[in-house]
């Protein structure tokens, strides 16, 4: 895809990193009608510039392939935010979307409503968005239409699917509403969906038997697709969690992703190596396992994710109707304080290591910054009250920041040579997470040139290849004639992210230049107005 009036591109002299692993080297990347059409030894006049060609010094920049960030949740961004400095800014092309088993597509009359109130703590409810569509189809015909600078992947979410067939209610799902289920993942496949999203501690997916995500992965797996579960537990049950997914994967055969994977809250400090040697086991029985993390401690989500799953059923509307009642909120307490509830991973929670980070009410702003346990404090009121309140003012809609990460799980799993790079970023409210727009810069700087955790040849592998293999993308993720020329240009002296939890909307430094199919969407460190990016469909071998 190329805009009209854009020549072709001639990046002289820069270290490429095609994307193999193998080591850099210095060379021309002659890039026309949107592909890279010669990658050769620099000054080789088969790789002189053609007749109007632009031509960039790249002497002393890396030249990768775009980054694709495997959990994204720009959903609503890509149709509105025509800028989404966020990605772009540090290198992303292609975002995978309709994570953790809640997004748009597919919906119903009925459950639209309901899922746009539940996720407004992850996209906000933008009122210049429509949400007219309803199949999987007809959202990515959205993304076209919106003209996004990213290029778009998407996946059935088995949440949202279990809404609009089951409802909300803790149930099995019958056999002729099962059927109904795998029709929908059938359907949202052929529309090229790239595999299926759950999210296992969110209502109503997490009231779904392992038999039947067995039974909607069969379907996913008949269209070559994957399965990308956040699972039941990351806290107290996370490696049982873990094996699940596993065994699911391995009885429906299907292809398996893991989720922003890693072991989490201090139940699990310095186990991710348990968790290598399940993944590594798993491999070695045949399961095609892939999986992806971010770079940073803390987590995000919303302050209502923390609820126990009873106090959810019937969506959000009767979910704030419960908060009200006294016998109620006395239950939800004891859950969340002393058992620990399934919603906060069955670790009884530490208020002190939740932090607002944005809020729907605009009254509720002060709020923005703080842990409960600090608003508590300030406020003379026990922790517990303050998140009730909030949850009944904000109706729903807080996200929050979660301290419970681990330095060393996460240099283990990023370590793993099947990881992949995924931001899991939420980039609306007042201080989202930093990683929605620090991610791929900070592996780049903190985990290859100060850390040395990888090396960059290795790094640009997690980032841009190896997704792309998983999403079958064989024209993306390498820098070789005949490839979309999706591609970045960075310093490695210099690449850095500059977001952080006081200031999380500061671009990355070092990364001067961006392509998304051969077009420039960083030019020389500024954002042009070029919007090439498009809705990526998979190619189902099930499909007519």
């Known amino acids: 895809m190329t805009v009209p009036g854009d020549g072709d591109v001639l990046l002289r002299g820069g270290l490429v990193l095609d994307g193999s692993g193998e080591p850099g080297r210095t060379a021309d990347v002659l890039v026309a009608d949107g592909r890279v059409a010669v990658v050769g030894t620099s000054g080789d006049p088969h790789v002189a510039a053609p007749a109007g060609a632009r031509v960039i010094d790249a002497d002393g920049l890396a030249i990768a392939p775009g980054f694709i960030d495997m959990h994204a949740h720009s959903d609503l961004a890509v149709l509105t935010d025509h800028d989404h400095l966020a990605k772009v800014s540090q290198g992303v092309t292609t975002e995978v979307l309709g994570q953790d088993g809640l997004s748009y597509a597919p919906a119903t009359e009925a459950t639209m409503p309901v899922i746009r109130e ?107 697709g994957f399965y990308a579960p956040h699972q039941r537990s990351y806290g107290a049950g996370a490696l049982d969690a873990y094996a699940e997914m596993i065994d699911i994967a391995a009885r429906a055969r299907c292809a398996l992703h ?108 002060p709020a923005v910054g703080h842990t409960i346990a600090a608003l508590g404090a300030r406020d003379g009121q026990r922790p517990s009250e303050v998140f009730l309140e909030l949850l009944v003012a904000d109706r729903l809609g807080t996200s929050i920041l979660q301290h419970v990460g ?84 960075f310093d490695p002296a210099r690449v850095s992210d500059r977001a952080t939890y006081d200031d999380p909307r500061r671009t990355a430094a070092g990364i001067p230049w961006v392509f998304v199919a051969g077009v420039p969407v960083i030019d020389d460190g500024t954002r042009t107005a070029h919007r090439p990016g498009r809705a990526l469909r998979h190619r189902s071998p099930a499909r007519p």
């Open 118 to 224: 539940q996720i407004a703590g992850w996209n906000g409810v933008p009122a210049d968005v429509d949400f007219a569509w309803r199949s999987v189809g007809e959202y990515l015909r959205a993304v076209d239409d919106a003209r996004p600078p990213t290029n778009v992947a998407y996946l059935v979410p088995q949440g949202s699917v279990r809404m609009a067939v089951v409802g909300t209610d803790d149930r099995p799902a019958t056999s002729s509403e099962l059927a109904r289920m795998r029709r929908l993942v059938d359907d949202g496949m052929r529309d090229g969906a790239f595999g299926m999203s759950s999210g296992l501690t969110y209502v109503p997916g997490m009231f779904a038997s392992t038999d039947e995500l067995v039974a909607l992965c069969e379907v996913v797996a008949s269209h070559g």
């Open 258 to 365: 893991l989720t922003h994977a890693t072991m989490n809250f201090d139940v699990n400090r310095g186990r991710a190596g348990e968790l290598v040697e399940l993944i590594d086991r798993g491999i070695a029985a045949g399961v095609d396992i892939t999986l992806d993390s971010y770079p940073y401690l803390s987590g995000a989500t919303t302050l209502a994710a923390l609820l126990p799953s009873w106090s959810a059923v019937g969506g959000p509307d009767a979910t704030i109707d419960r908060m009200r009642d006294p016998g109620i909120r006395e239950r939800v307490v004891r859950e969340l304080e002393v058992t620990g509830s399934d919603g906060c991973h069955g670790v009884p929670v530490d208020w002190a290591t939740i932090e607002i980070a944005g809020v729907r009410n605009p009254q509720l702003a």
């Open 406 to 489: 681990d330095e060393q799980n996460v240099r283990t799993m990023m370590r793993h040579p099947r990881h992949t790079g995924g931001s899991d970023g939420i980039l609306i409210g007042a201080k989202p997470h930093p990683r929605g727009w620090g991610t791929f810069p900070r592996y780049l700087g903190r985990y290859v040139r100060e850390e040395g955790v990888l090396t960059l040849e290795d790094a640009i592998v997690h980032l841009s290849a190896r997704p792309a293999a998983r999403l079958g993308l064989t024209d993306r993720g390498r820098i070789a004639p005949g490839a979309v020329a999706d591609l970045v240009l």
